[in-house]
């Protein structure tokens, strides 16, 4: 029968083991075991070592009573061999040698009590061999209970540890297996070093930790905190730390448990999502913008029509060489600053018409370098590395130009002042899923990269969230209309690319531009641009504003044709039906009350299917030139033109 005998309220017995070698004290002991009221002893003897070591091989003993004086081994040595064949049965040192160091030494190797000969009567027997039982059971739960803790913590992933805690310091931490895996520190690394833990955590993080550990010490509440480590391999890792405290009956803390959990898949997702989301936002407000800068432009297109047009007007009535026909000249020229301006503002909302064609961008690059470096001043060094194989986009060959020299010229602003290192490189780039998953406008495939880095003054995080609104600009005023980058946007954009920019204050930026890549070279169309004359023809020209109307009659009078305006859709459509073969061509606006430039353009095809017609507009998201024509008109025209353009679309259209 085993210890557990002990456990059943049915089973009194307890099997002992008596090693002794002297039959009096045998017999003397026996006597005392047979006054037990509560507890039956059975007690088998053994009056050598080697017999009681027999014995316990065999098992069913629960308590072993001691002598230390055997024939065949003195001292503790006989108890060391005892313990090592049955560590777990409990042993009690009953011997003639009262010897306080003796029994000392004996406790502290693992005996459950050393009693003298001649000093125990039998109720000092009976109660140390019941307490050592008591003990013995106590400490099997305890490594049952470890055991179990051991198992537990080697099966999961998370890293768990206790600190045990006395007068309210930490004084002893157990670690758990798996704070390998997470910190890359063994249980025993951390168990030799106390301060490891502080050390791996960064100099920013600090505060969070510690407050949270001077909380569980005071007995206050404790929320789990998520904050990095830097893990034994260098790496910088995410992890959440929950502490859970365990107190006494009087709410003294006794210890508490740490459970840190790698989250660090769980945040690069989280920064991932936050990044597009970011984009998202950044991208419908691009939009927004868009859309705005678009709706101005069409009112201010309009504007500069009259202006561009009567200014044209009034210079031919001057004669050549005179003071106020010179003035003029200059608010033209001013005019048609004004006319660049707002296609850059069209441009960025992605509404202008590209003469898009296949090119080897990296020539397009190379040129631009070449006058770039004789442009810029010598603090400024440029550094190229350029594929000449990094195949073909379709582009417009004049708007990447200006996507590169805007880039170019914005990285020379922020070095002017103390020099630096201008880095331009061009290379093949393969976007797979997870890039385009965190990349607003991108799409898998194989893209062209452009890269324009500056050592120069960098920009913060708010500054590089606005750099690509239209009219935003960190230059000092007279430096730049704020249209550069909007304008670099937009042109990407309507290219189906995309555009990042890292930068830090005094650490420089990096712009990466991506541009689709073709799988094939196209043949580019003919582009042919043959002067027109002047013409005879009858023209009707509609336009809802008096302004451009009166302007546009002058214009085109002045240029030989036969011209009948009409400043209503309405109007020109009951013109039109009365005498359908009185016009050889129509110039209508497209936005127009009633009835759109569009609408009318249809109405005046069903009267006569053959009739000439030229779509005008400021700015329109109702119709993109190649659905203009795909109904039958003929030529469209952005606002404001002037006569030499105006005059060449009238001959195109009239005579091909």
């Known amino acids: 029968m085993t210890h557990s005998a002990i456990q059943n ?30 507890v039956l002893f059975e007690l088998e003897c053994a009056n050598r070592l080697s017999t009681g ?24 040595d006989t108890f060391a061999k005892t313990y090592a064949q049955a560590p777990h049965v409990p042993i009690i040192v009953l011997t003639g040698l009262d010897d306080q160091e003796l029994a000392v030494h004996a406790v502290r190797e693992g005996a459950q009590d050393y009693l003298v000969k001649g000093e125990v009567d039998s109720n000092l027997l009976l109660r140390a061999m019941r307490y050592a039982i008591e003990r013995k059971g106590a400490e099997k739960v305890l490594r049952q209970s470890e055991e179990r803790y051991r198992r537990i913590t080697g099966a999961v992933t998370d890293y768990i540890f206790t600190v045990r805690i006395d007068n309210g310091h930490p004084v002893e931490t157990v670690h758990g ?120 432009a069409h009112d201010f297109n309009n504007i500069l029509a009259a202006i561009l047009g009567y200014t044209e007007l009034t210079m031919y009535d001057l004669p050549e060489g005179s003071l106020a026909r010179a003035n003029l000249e200059q608010a033209l020229k001013a005019g048609m600053r004004a006319k660049n301006l707002v296609q850059q503002i ?10 898009r064609r296949p090119v080897q961008i990296h020539l397009i690059v190379k040129e631009a370098l070449k006058l770039l470096r004789s442009s810029l001043p010598a603090t400024i060094e440029i550094r190229q590395n350029i594929d000449t194989k990094c195949g073909v986009v379709l582009a417009d060959p004049t708007q990447i130009d200006q996507v590169m020299m805007n880039l170019c010229t914005n990285a020379y602003h922020a070095m002017h002042e ?24 991108l799409q898998e495939g194989s893209y062209v990269r452009l890269t324009v880095s500056d050592t120069g003054h960098g920009m913060d995080r708010v500054t590089t969230e606005r750099i690509f609104e239209p009219f935003f600009t960190t230059k000092a005023v007279g430096d ?102 009185r016009f050889d061509l129509v110039i209508t606006d497209q936005t127009m009350p009633n009835m759109t430039g569009v609408e009318l353009a249809k109405e005046l095809m069903r009267i006569r299917p053959d009739v000439p017609i030229i779509l005008t507009t400021g700015f329109s998201e109702v119709v993109t030139p190649q659905e203009a024509k795909n109904m039958g008109i003929r030529e469209y025209i952005m606002k404001p033109v002037v006569a030499r353009d105006l005059a060449q679309a009238i001959r195109q259209v009239l005579h091909g």
């Open 9 to 38: 309220p049915k089973s009194k017995i307890v099997w002992v083991l008596l090693i002794e070698d002297n039959p009096g004290d045998a017999r003397l002991i026996r006597k005392m075991l047979t006054k037990a009221k509560v």
């Open 53 to 76: 070591l027999e014995r316990l091989a065999e098992g069913g003993i629960d308590l072993v009573l001691l002598d230390l004086s055997l024939p065949d081994s003195p001292g503790l």
């Open 177 to 296: 297996p798996a704070s390998v895996a997470v910190t890359g520190y063994t249980p025993e690394e951390f168990a030799s070093d106390p301060y490891l833990w502080i050390r791996m955590v960064p100099e920013e993080d600090h505060a969070a930790v510690q407050e949270q550990a001077s909380r569980i010490l005071l007995g206050q509440d404790v929320q789990p905190i998520e904050h990095r480590i830097l893990r034994k391999d260098g790496a910088i890792r995410w992890v959440r730390n929950t502490l859970v405290p365990h107190y006494d009956t009087q709410g003294k803390l006794l210890s508490y448990d740490g459970l840190i959990r790698d989250i660090n898949k769980r945040k690069e997702a989280e920064e991932a999502t936050a990044k597009l989301e970011a984009q998202l936002h950044q991208a419908q407000k691009m939009k927004a913008i868009g859309t705005l800068a678009g709706g101005i």
């Open 346 to 355: 069209l441009t960025f909302s992605r509404k202008s018409e590209q003469e």
């Open 418 to 441: 103390r020099g630096g290192v201008l880095e331009v490189s061009l290379n093949v780039f393969e976007i797979d899923a997870a890039f385009a998953r965190t990349h607003a406008n």
């Open 480 to 581: 730049g209309t704020g249209m550069g980058l909007a304008t670099v946007h937009g042109i990407v954009t309507s290219h189906d690319g995309a555009i990042t920019v890292h930068s830090e204050p005094e650490k420089g930026s990096t712009f990466h531009v991506y541009f689709p890549r073709l799988d094939s070279i196209l043949q580019p169309e003919a582009q042919t641009t043959e002067p027109v004359p002047r013409g005879k023809e009858r023209i009707l020209f509609v336009d809802d504003e008096e302004q451009l109307v009166r302007m546009g009659q002058q214009m085109l009078e002045r240029l030989g044709y036969h011209v009948t305006v009409r400043t209503s859709s309405v109007e020109a459509v009951e013109a039109f039906r009365a005498q359908p073969d």
